[in-house]
């Protein structure tokens, strides 16, 4: 079990609904991270958070609103997503931002949307 | 832009056996990192093996090792003596301009 926490492991909402994801690292690190991940397809990258500032917007729809309060802690707000948002969405978190640092994962979030 | 491919979407050996897993990137940038990822069934990701660019040493970290061919923008990892612990989905990974691109993953089978 790695120092990233993910709540809850497993979610499901209507298109309808608000609910949020939230990610907790034990680590000290100063870098989070938030990705989906589908099948078949590779990982992608939705949002970079480096020292509370984010500094990576992936082309994300805005109704996946990311807040990063302090450096443990980071939450994905999520409201009126459409069936193909349904997927698994991991936390991960890093010393640093860049410079080949390892990512931490947690467990992920599996989402499905009705 | 950044790309990672890998070619194999499965792979399977015999335990005790050897494979290796393919994997071919695409990068504008003279600096960066290399990384191989293990997602096992059911449980978290986890670092595998990272090699930096600027190296032209090959990584190893015990049963694992990578051929890194710069030129050729080649990045496999070989594991030797296969285990059952090893089955899982395999992710080789770039990190160059502050972000990190993954492959579409391999996924390994070990066979007793």
């Known amino acids: 079990e790695t120092g990233v926490t993910q709540t809850p492991r497993h979610l499901v909402m209507g298109m309808t609904n608000k609910k949020s994801l939230k990610c907790e690292q034990h680590?000290?690190?100063?870098?989070m991270y938030w990705y989906k991940q589908s099948a078949k397809k590779p990982l992608e990258l939705m949002f970079v958070?480096?020292?509370?500032?984010?500094?990576e917007n992936n082309s994300v729809p805005s109704r996946f609103s990311p807040e990063c309060p302090n450096s443990s802690h980071l939450f994905l707000h999520l409201h009126t997503l459409q069936p193909e948002d349904s997927a698994l969405y991991l936390c991960?978190?890093?010393?640093?931002?860049?410079?080949?640092?390892?990512?931490?994962f947690g467990p992920g979030t599996r989402l499905t949307v009705t | 832009a950044q790309t990672v491919t890998q070619s194999q979407p499965e792979m399977s050996v015999q335990e005790a056996e050897t494979v290796t897993l393919s994997c071919t990137y695409d990068?504008?940038?003279?600096?960066?990192?290399l990384f191989w990822y293990k997602q096992p069934p059911s449980r978290q990701m986890i670092l595998v093996i990272r090699?930096?660019?600027?190296?032209?040493q090959n990584a190893t970290e015990n049963r694992f090792s990578v051929n890194f061919q710069k030129a050729a923008k080649s990045f496999s990892l070989k594991i030797s003596d296969s285990q059952l612990g090893d089955a899982a989905m395999y992710f080789c990974?770039?990190?160059?301009?502050?972000?990190?691109?993954f492959g579409q993953g391999t996924r390994l089978t070990i066979n007793p």
């Open positions: 991960a978190s890093s010393q640093g931002g860049t410079q080949g640092y390892e990512q931490y």
């Open positions: 680590l000290g690190h100063n870098a």
């Open positions: 958070y480096s020292l509370e500032e984010r500094v």
């Open positions: 990068t504008s940038e003279s600096d960066y990192y």
């Open positions: 090699q930096e660019a600027y190296k032209q």
């Open positions: 990974a770039h990190e160059g301009a502050q972000k990190l691109v």
